[in-house]
Protein backbone atom coordinates (compact mmCIF):
# COMPACT_ATOMS: atom_id res chain seq x y z
CA UNK A 1 0.00 0.00 0.00
CA UNK A 2 1.65 3.43 -1.30
CA UNK A 3 2.25 5.55 2.02
CA UNK A 4 -1.05 7.77 1.13
CA UNK A 5 -3.61 5.11 1.01
CA UNK A 6 -4.73 6.50 4.51
CA UNK A 7 -4.35 9.85 3.83
CA UNK A 8 -6.32 12.65 2.36
CA UNK A 9 -5.01 14.88 -0.64
CA UNK A 10 -5.03 18.00 0.91
CA UNK A 11 -5.36 19.99 -2.44
CA UNK A 12 -8.64 18.83 -2.29
CA UNK A 13 -10.20 21.08 0.90
CA UNK A 14 -11.68 25.01 0.70
CA UNK A 15 -9.85 27.31 3.03
CA UNK A 16 -13.05 26.87 5.58
CA UNK A 17 -12.28 23.08 5.29
CA UNK A 18 -8.75 23.53 6.11
CA UNK A 19 -9.68 26.03 9.28
CA UNK A 20 -11.51 22.79 10.47
CA UNK A 21 -9.30 20.67 9.72
CA UNK A 22 -6.86 22.28 11.25
CA UNK A 23 -8.79 22.71 14.21
CA UNK A 24 -9.45 19.41 14.77
CA UNK A 25 -5.11 19.12 14.72
CA UNK A 26 -5.46 21.52 17.26
CA UNK A 27 -4.01 24.71 15.38
CA UNK A 28 -6.17 27.84 15.06
CA UNK A 29 -8.91 28.15 12.49
CA UNK A 30 -7.24 30.97 10.37
CA UNK A 31 -4.13 28.69 9.81
CA UNK A 32 -6.26 27.46 7.19
CA UNK A 33 -6.31 29.94 4.51
CA UNK A 34 -2.49 29.93 5.53
CA UNK A 35 -1.74 26.52 4.39
CA UNK A 36 -4.24 27.11 1.55
CA UNK A 37 -2.34 30.13 0.08
CA UNK A 38 1.32 27.99 0.55
CA UNK A 39 -0.72 24.78 -1.34
CA UNK A 40 -1.59 27.56 -3.89
CA UNK A 41 2.33 28.26 -4.24
CA UNK A 42 2.63 24.54 -5.54
CA UNK A 43 4.68 23.54 -1.71
CA UNK A 44 5.12 19.81 -1.98
CA UNK A 45 6.15 20.07 1.52
CA UNK A 46 4.57 21.30 4.89
CA UNK A 47 7.87 22.28 6.50
CA UNK A 48 8.09 25.06 3.50
CA UNK A 49 4.84 26.80 5.23
CA UNK A 50 6.87 28.63 7.34
CA UNK A 51 4.74 31.17 9.30
CA UNK A 52 2.75 27.47 10.22
CA UNK A 53 3.75 26.27 13.83
CA UNK A 54 5.98 23.34 13.34
CA UNK A 55 3.61 20.89 15.48
CA UNK A 56 1.16 21.76 13.12
CA UNK A 57 2.93 20.73 10.47
CA UNK A 58 3.66 17.61 11.64
CA UNK A 59 0.37 16.89 12.58
CA UNK A 60 -1.03 17.71 9.38
CA UNK A 61 1.84 15.79 6.91
CA UNK A 62 0.56 12.93 9.52
CA UNK A 63 -3.13 13.25 7.91
CA UNK A 64 -2.72 15.07 4.70
CA UNK A 65 -0.85 14.47 1.67
CA UNK A 66 -0.27 17.27 -1.04
CA UNK A 67 -1.32 15.59 -4.15
CA UNK A 68 0.86 17.13 -7.01
CA UNK A 69 1.05 14.64 -9.82
CA UNK A 70 4.45 13.14 -10.47
CA UNK A 71 5.55 13.66 -14.18
CA UNK A 72 6.52 10.18 -15.68
CA UNK A 73 6.59 11.28 -19.14
CA UNK A 74 7.39 14.48 -20.53
CA UNK A 75 7.56 15.66 -24.02
CA UNK A 76 9.11 19.51 -25.05
CA UNK A 77 8.20 20.77 -28.91
CA UNK A 78 10.15 23.61 -30.53
CA UNK A 79 6.68 26.24 -29.71
CA UNK A 80 7.14 25.54 -26.59
CA UNK A 81 4.29 23.15 -25.97
CA UNK A 82 5.24 20.93 -23.17
CA UNK A 83 3.00 17.85 -23.18
CA UNK A 84 2.83 15.76 -19.89
CA UNK A 85 1.80 12.26 -19.03
CA UNK A 86 0.89 13.07 -14.82
CA UNK A 87 0.54 9.72 -12.33
CA UNK A 88 -1.29 10.44 -8.61
CA UNK A 89 -0.20 8.68 -5.82
CA UNK A 90 -2.89 5.60 -6.67
CA UNK A 91 -1.33 4.80 -10.17
CA UNK A 92 -4.20 7.19 -11.94
CA UNK A 93 -2.67 8.65 -15.29
CA UNK A 94 -3.50 11.96 -17.21
CA UNK A 95 -2.78 14.18 -19.58
CA UNK A 96 -2.30 17.77 -19.25
CA UNK A 97 -0.38 20.19 -21.64
CA UNK A 98 1.31 23.46 -21.53
CA UNK A 99 1.08 25.86 -24.30
CA UNK A 100 2.27 29.50 -25.00
CA UNK A 101 -0.55 31.77 -26.44
CA UNK A 102 0.29 35.78 -27.16
CA UNK A 103 -2.03 36.60 -24.19
CA UNK A 104 0.02 34.35 -21.90
CA UNK A 105 0.76 30.96 -20.89
CA UNK A 106 -2.03 28.31 -20.56
CA UNK A 107 -2.56 24.84 -19.76
CA UNK A 108 -5.56 22.28 -20.84
CA UNK A 109 -6.30 19.27 -17.73
CA UNK A 110 -7.95 16.33 -17.59
CA UNK A 111 -11.24 15.94 -15.79
CA UNK A 112 -11.56 12.21 -15.94
CA UNK A 113 -8.78 9.17 -17.02
CA UNK A 114 -10.37 8.08 -19.27
CA UNK A 115 -13.94 8.95 -20.61
CA UNK A 116 -16.54 6.83 -21.08
CA UNK A 117 -18.55 9.06 -24.16
CA UNK A 118 -17.46 7.23 -27.02
CA UNK A 119 -16.71 9.64 -29.14
CA UNK A 120 -15.49 8.00 -32.56
CA UNK A 121 -12.24 9.80 -33.57
CA UNK A 122 -11.27 10.65 -30.05
CA UNK A 123 -8.40 8.23 -28.40
CA UNK A 124 -9.33 9.01 -24.37
CA UNK A 125 -12.21 7.15 -24.56
CA UNK A 126 -10.40 3.94 -26.48
CA UNK A 127 -10.01 2.28 -23.16
CA UNK A 128 -13.14 3.44 -21.41
CA UNK A 129 -13.14 5.16 -17.84
CA UNK A 130 -10.74 4.70 -15.50
CA UNK A 131 -12.03 7.41 -12.69
CA UNK A 132 -13.20 10.81 -12.45
CA UNK A 133 -10.64 13.43 -10.69
CA UNK A 134 -11.20 15.27 -7.77
CA UNK A 135 -11.02 19.03 -7.50
CA UNK A 136 -8.04 18.82 -5.94
CA UNK A 137 -6.15 16.53 -8.66
CA UNK A 138 -7.39 18.89 -11.58
CA UNK A 139 -5.50 21.70 -9.40
CA UNK A 140 -2.64 19.61 -8.71
CA UNK A 141 -1.82 19.24 -12.46
CA UNK A 142 -1.83 23.39 -12.93
CA UNK A 143 0.45 23.32 -10.04
CA UNK A 144 3.03 20.78 -11.51
CA UNK A 145 2.73 22.05 -14.68
CA UNK A 146 3.79 25.71 -13.12
CA UNK A 147 6.80 24.03 -11.15
CA UNK A 148 7.62 21.76 -14.34
CA UNK A 149 7.84 24.32 -16.67
CA UNK A 150 8.62 27.27 -14.73
CA UNK A 151 6.22 29.61 -16.13
CA UNK A 152 3.57 31.35 -15.19
CA UNK A 153 0.05 29.86 -16.04
CA UNK A 154 -2.84 32.38 -16.45
CA UNK A 155 -5.24 30.13 -18.53
CA UNK A 156 -6.88 27.11 -17.56
CA UNK A 157 -9.36 25.16 -20.47
CA UNK A 158 -10.63 21.60 -19.54
CA UNK A 159 -10.18 20.09 -22.91
CA UNK A 160 -8.30 17.34 -21.73
CA UNK A 161 -8.83 13.72 -21.30
CA UNK A 162 -12.28 13.07 -20.13
CA UNK A 163 -15.70 15.25 -19.68
CA UNK A 164 -16.03 17.19 -17.52
CA UNK A 165 -19.63 17.65 -17.21
CA UNK A 166 -19.76 14.02 -16.54
CA UNK A 167 -17.65 15.02 -13.38
CA UNK A 168 -19.53 17.84 -12.49
CA UNK A 169 -18.66 17.83 -8.80
CA UNK A 170 -15.05 17.58 -9.36
CA UNK A 171 -15.23 20.32 -12.21
CA UNK A 172 -17.23 22.50 -9.83
CA UNK A 173 -14.69 22.04 -6.61
CA UNK A 174 -11.62 22.69 -9.01
CA UNK A 175 -13.13 26.22 -10.17
CA UNK A 176 -13.89 27.29 -6.66
CA UNK A 177 -10.24 26.12 -5.48
CA UNK A 178 -7.95 27.92 -8.43
CA UNK A 179 -10.46 31.04 -7.95
CA UNK A 180 -9.99 31.33 -4.66
CA UNK A 181 -8.66 34.49 -4.34
CA UNK A 182 -6.48 33.44 -0.60
CA UNK A 183 -4.81 30.38 -3.06
CA UNK A 184 -4.48 30.50 -7.01
CA UNK A 185 -6.61 33.13 -7.63
CA UNK A 186 -7.29 32.83 -11.19
CA UNK A 187 -10.11 35.30 -12.95
CA UNK A 188 -13.17 33.07 -13.69
CA UNK A 189 -12.93 34.13 -17.03
CA UNK A 190 -9.61 32.71 -17.67
CA UNK A 191 -11.18 29.34 -17.38
CA UNK A 192 -12.72 27.58 -20.78
CA UNK A 193 -14.82 24.56 -20.04
CA UNK A 194 -15.11 21.87 -23.12
CA UNK A 195 -18.33 19.45 -23.30
CA UNK A 196 -19.88 17.25 -25.61
CA UNK A 197 -23.16 18.65 -24.95
CA UNK A 198 -24.81 17.09 -21.84
CA UNK A 199 -27.54 19.32 -21.90
CA UNK A 200 -28.81 19.09 -18.11
CA UNK A 201 -25.36 20.28 -17.08
CA UNK A 202 -25.20 22.84 -19.48
CA UNK A 203 -27.95 24.38 -18.01
CA UNK A 204 -26.87 23.89 -14.32
CA UNK A 205 -23.21 25.46 -15.59
CA UNK A 206 -25.13 28.52 -17.26
CA UNK A 207 -26.28 29.39 -13.74
CA UNK A 208 -23.07 28.33 -11.04
CA UNK A 209 -20.68 29.49 -13.35
CA UNK A 210 -21.96 32.60 -15.78
CA UNK A 211 -18.28 34.14 -15.95
CA UNK A 212 -16.59 30.95 -16.93
CA UNK A 213 -16.45 30.24 -20.53
CA UNK A 214 -17.85 27.35 -22.69
CA UNK A 215 -16.92 25.67 -25.33
CA UNK A 216 -19.23 22.60 -27.07
CA UNK A 217 -17.96 20.52 -29.28
CA UNK A 218 -20.25 20.12 -32.18
CA UNK A 219 -18.53 18.65 -35.03
CA UNK A 220 -21.47 18.39 -37.12
CA UNK A 221 -23.99 20.82 -38.76
CA UNK A 222 -26.63 18.17 -38.10
CA UNK A 223 -28.13 15.22 -36.05
CA UNK A 224 -27.71 12.40 -38.89
CA UNK A 225 -24.25 12.84 -38.60
CA UNK A 226 -23.39 14.47 -35.35
CA UNK A 227 -24.89 10.90 -34.23
CA UNK A 228 -22.44 8.80 -36.26
CA UNK A 229 -19.40 10.02 -34.70
CA UNK A 230 -21.00 10.94 -31.27
CA UNK A 231 -22.92 8.75 -29.06
CA UNK A 232 -23.69 11.42 -26.46
CA UNK A 233 -25.58 12.90 -29.41
CA UNK A 234 -28.47 9.89 -28.89
CA UNK A 235 -29.29 11.03 -25.86
CA UNK A 236 -29.08 14.95 -26.44
CA UNK A 237 -30.43 15.90 -29.54
CA UNK A 238 -29.08 18.27 -32.06
CA UNK A 239 -31.81 21.11 -31.63
CA UNK A 240 -32.13 20.54 -28.53
CA UNK A 241 -28.59 21.27 -27.56
CA UNK A 242 -28.51 24.27 -30.03
CA UNK A 243 -31.43 25.31 -27.56
CA UNK A 244 -29.72 25.27 -24.55
CA UNK A 245 -26.45 26.67 -25.99
CA UNK A 246 -28.37 30.07 -27.47
CA UNK A 247 -30.33 30.09 -23.59
CA UNK A 248 -26.83 29.80 -22.39
CA UNK A 249 -25.72 33.04 -24.35
CA UNK A 250 -28.71 34.37 -23.37
CA UNK A 251 -28.58 34.26 -19.91
CA UNK A 252 -25.08 35.32 -19.52
CA UNK A 253 -24.49 37.19 -21.89
CA UNK A 254 -21.20 35.58 -23.09
CA UNK A 255 -20.18 34.16 -26.28
CA UNK A 256 -20.08 30.56 -26.74
CA UNK A 257 -17.60 28.73 -28.75
CA UNK A 258 -18.44 25.59 -31.05
CA UNK A 259 -15.40 22.90 -31.85
CA UNK A 260 -15.48 21.56 -35.23
CA UNK A 261 -13.19 18.82 -36.39
CA UNK A 262 -12.78 19.29 -39.60
CA UNK A 263 -12.79 15.17 -40.66
CA UNK A 264 -11.99 14.19 -44.57
CA UNK A 265 -15.27 13.09 -46.02
CA UNK A 266 -17.03 12.93 -43.35
CA UNK A 267 -18.34 16.80 -42.14
CA UNK A 268 -15.83 19.00 -44.57
CA UNK A 269 -18.38 19.34 -47.05
CA UNK A 270 -19.47 22.97 -49.08
CA UNK A 271 -23.27 21.48 -48.16
CA UNK A 272 -22.43 21.03 -44.51
CA UNK A 273 -20.74 24.38 -43.98
CA UNK A 274 -23.75 26.10 -45.31
CA UNK A 275 -25.99 24.17 -42.89
CA UNK A 276 -24.01 24.81 -40.06
CA UNK A 277 -24.02 28.44 -41.13
CA UNK A 278 -27.89 28.67 -41.34
CA UNK A 279 -27.58 26.90 -37.97
CA UNK A 280 -25.66 29.76 -36.26
CA UNK A 281 -26.25 32.76 -38.42
CA UNK A 282 -27.16 36.00 -35.98
CA UNK A 283 -25.83 33.93 -32.81
CA UNK A 284 -23.64 35.31 -30.19
CA UNK A 285 -20.81 32.76 -30.95
CA UNK A 286 -17.76 31.42 -32.39
CA UNK A 287 -16.68 28.31 -34.23
CA UNK A 288 -13.50 26.59 -34.11
CA UNK A 289 -12.18 24.77 -36.68
CA UNK A 290 -9.71 22.24 -35.47
CA UNK A 291 -7.84 20.29 -37.75
CA UNK A 292 -8.75 16.50 -36.90
CA UNK A 293 -5.32 14.44 -35.30
CA UNK A 294 -5.69 11.12 -36.37
CA UNK A 295 -5.50 8.38 -33.99
CA UNK A 296 -3.88 5.06 -34.54
CA UNK A 297 -6.89 2.77 -34.57
CA UNK A 298 -9.61 4.96 -35.85
CA UNK A 299 -10.78 5.33 -39.35
CA UNK A 300 -11.24 9.45 -39.74
CA UNK A 301 -8.56 11.63 -41.17
CA UNK A 302 -8.32 14.60 -41.58
CA UNK A 303 -9.50 16.97 -43.99
CA UNK A 304 -7.08 18.89 -46.34
CA UNK A 305 -5.98 22.08 -46.01
CA UNK A 306 -8.60 23.28 -49.00
CA UNK A 307 -11.53 22.07 -48.46
CA UNK A 308 -10.60 23.78 -44.42
CA UNK A 309 -10.32 26.86 -46.16
CA UNK A 310 -13.90 26.68 -48.37
CA UNK A 311 -15.07 26.00 -44.98
CA UNK A 312 -14.17 28.77 -43.03
CA UNK A 313 -14.87 31.12 -45.99
CA UNK A 314 -18.44 29.51 -46.43
CA UNK A 315 -19.07 30.65 -42.37
CA UNK A 316 -17.65 33.87 -42.91
CA UNK A 317 -19.22 34.78 -45.65
CA UNK A 318 -22.88 34.36 -43.82
CA UNK A 319 -21.27 36.19 -40.60
CA UNK A 320 -20.43 33.33 -38.04
CA UNK A 321 -17.03 34.12 -36.71
CA UNK A 322 -14.82 31.61 -37.29
CA UNK A 323 -10.79 30.77 -36.68
CA UNK A 324 -8.67 27.83 -37.41
CA UNK A 325 -7.46 26.33 -34.64
CA UNK A 326 -3.23 27.00 -34.20
CA UNK A 327 -1.85 23.28 -34.51
CA UNK A 328 0.84 23.53 -31.45
CA UNK A 329 2.54 21.02 -30.45
CA UNK A 330 2.78 18.86 -33.62
CA UNK A 331 6.03 17.56 -33.54
CA UNK A 332 5.47 15.98 -29.84
CA UNK A 333 2.25 13.87 -30.21
CA UNK A 334 -1.18 14.28 -31.59
CA UNK A 335 -4.36 14.38 -29.87
CA UNK A 336 -5.09 14.04 -26.44
CA UNK A 337 -5.42 10.37 -25.13
CA UNK A 338 -2.51 9.32 -26.91
CA UNK A 339 0.71 9.48 -24.55
CA UNK A 340 -1.09 7.58 -22.10
CA UNK A 341 -1.71 4.68 -24.22
CA UNK A 342 1.28 4.58 -25.87
CA UNK A 343 2.92 5.15 -22.80
CA UNK A 344 0.62 1.81 -21.52
CA UNK A 345 2.03 0.25 -25.07
CA UNK A 346 -1.12 0.22 -26.60
N1 LIG B 1 -15.18 15.88 -23.33
C1 LIG B 1 -14.93 17.24 -23.71
C2 LIG B 1 -13.45 17.55 -23.76
C3 LIG B 1 -12.79 16.66 -24.73
S1 LIG B 1 -11.35 17.03 -25.60
C4 LIG B 1 -15.58 17.53 -25.04
O1 LIG B 1 -16.07 16.60 -25.67
O2 LIG B 1 -15.63 18.68 -25.43
C5 LIG B 1 -11.46 18.60 -26.29
C6 LIG B 1 -11.81 18.66 -27.77
O3 LIG B 1 -10.98 17.85 -28.60
C7 LIG B 1 -13.24 18.22 -28.05
O4 LIG B 1 -13.83 19.13 -28.93
C8 LIG B 1 -13.04 16.90 -28.70
O5 LIG B 1 -14.14 16.52 -29.47
C9 LIG B 1 -11.79 17.16 -29.52
N2 LIG B 1 -11.10 15.98 -30.02
C10 LIG B 1 -11.11 14.74 -29.54
N3 LIG B 1 -10.36 13.93 -30.30
C11 LIG B 1 -9.86 14.69 -31.28
C12 LIG B 1 -9.00 14.44 -32.38
N4 LIG B 1 -8.54 13.23 -32.62
N5 LIG B 1 -8.68 15.47 -33.18
C13 LIG B 1 -9.16 16.71 -32.94
N6 LIG B 1 -9.97 17.01 -31.93
C14 LIG B 1 -10.32 16.01 -31.11
Keep these: MPETASKKNILDFTPEELGVAVTELGGQKFRGAQVFGWLAKGVTDYDEMTNVPKD ?44 KYEYGNSICISSQSGCRMGCAFCASTMDGLDRSLTGGEMLGQVLAMKKLTGSEIGHVVVMGMGEPFDNYEGLKRFIDLIHDKRGYDLGLRNITVSTCGIIPKIKKFAKDFPQVNLAVSLHAPNQEIRKISMPAARKYGY ?7 REYTETTGRRITFEYAVIDGFNDSAACASELADRLKGWLAHVNLIPLNEVKGRSYKTANDRSVKKFKEILEKNGVAVTVRRTLGNDIDAACGQLRRRHAGS
Excluded at 76 to 81: E, F, R
Excluded at 82 to 93: H, P, S
Aim: charge should be negative; proline fraction near 2%; include cysteine.
Design 56 to 99: LRKKLDESYYIGLPEAVRTQKSKDGTVKCLFRFADGTEVESVFM
Design 239 to 245: DELLEAC
